[in-house]
């Protein structure tokens, strides 16, 4: 079978179907699936000989290469994730950091700032709101939506369990980035309470 390849600005939403185990930000057991069916990212816990072990982990796509490297800082304010290139944890392969701005059992908010050219802006570049406990999250680019979740329905009735939603990935938005900014949104549930 041809893995389907996904061009970089679709000219319409692409839905995704989301997995987790019990404990699957905690084992990295997290699985984003296409709408054929075909897993096309997971997290892997990295295997890191370091204190800094237990808050690392890696967006691989379906062949186990690592997208993005995500790492739990505590030295950030009230703690805060940041996002590295590839398997890396270098300061010039940051690509960005999430502040936690509200965090309460129904609510939390997110601001996500982007490295560019010229470094980190003073305004957050992505805000991100939502509930873990729901499974819903919006991700917002100023007053645009990129990427949403929810559970699914069929009816008015639920026809998975909480561990399986959906993620609507609007065009123009990075498919990449927007998948790793769900594992730090729902994994923030797990490291803040």
């Given at each position: 079978m041809v893995p389907?390849?996904?061009?970089?600005?679709?000219?319409?939403?692409?839905?995704?179907?989301?997995?987790?185990?019990?404990?699957?930000?905690i084992l990295g057991d997290l699985t984003v699936y296409d709408a054929r069916g075909d897993r096309v990212f997971s997290v892997d816990r990295r295997r890191l000989k370091s204190a800094d072990a237990a808050h690392t982990k890696a967006l691989v796509d379906s062949a186990g290469n690592p997208l993005i490297t995500l790492h739990f800082d505590i030295i950030i304010l009230q703690g805060g994730w940041k996002g590295?290139?590839?398997?890396?944890?270098?300061?010039?392969?940051?690509?960005?950091?999430?502040?936690?701005?509200?965090?309460?059992?129904?609510?939390?908010?997110?601001e996500v700032f982007l490295m560019g050219e010229n470094g980190e802006g003073q305004k957050p570049d992505l805000i991100i709101k939502g509930s873990p406990y729901k499974r819903s999250c919006?991700?917002?680019?100023?007053?645009?939506?990129?990427?949403?979740?929810?559970?699914?329905?069929?009816?008015?009735?639920?026809?998975?369990?909480?561990?399986?939603?959906?993620?609507?990935?609007?065009?123009?938005?990075?498919?990449?980035?927007?998948?790793a900014l769900l594992v730090v949104f729902f994994q923030t549930k797990i490291i803040m309470l």
């Open positions: 389907f390849d996904y061009p970089a600005n679709p000219p319409i939403p692409v839905d995704f179907t989301i997995t987790k185990g019990r404990l699957s930000l590295f290139r590839g398997n890396s944890l270098e300061s010039k392969d940051l690509i960005f950091r999430v502040q936690t701005t509200v965090h309460s059992r129904l609510r939390t908010e997110m919006t991700i917002y680019m100023g007053s645009s939506i990129i990427a949403q979740t929810s559970l699914m329905y069929k009816l008015g009735k639920i026809i998975y369990g909480r561990r399986k939603f959906r993620l609507t990935v609007y065009p123009g938005a990075d498919h990449v980035l927007v998948v």
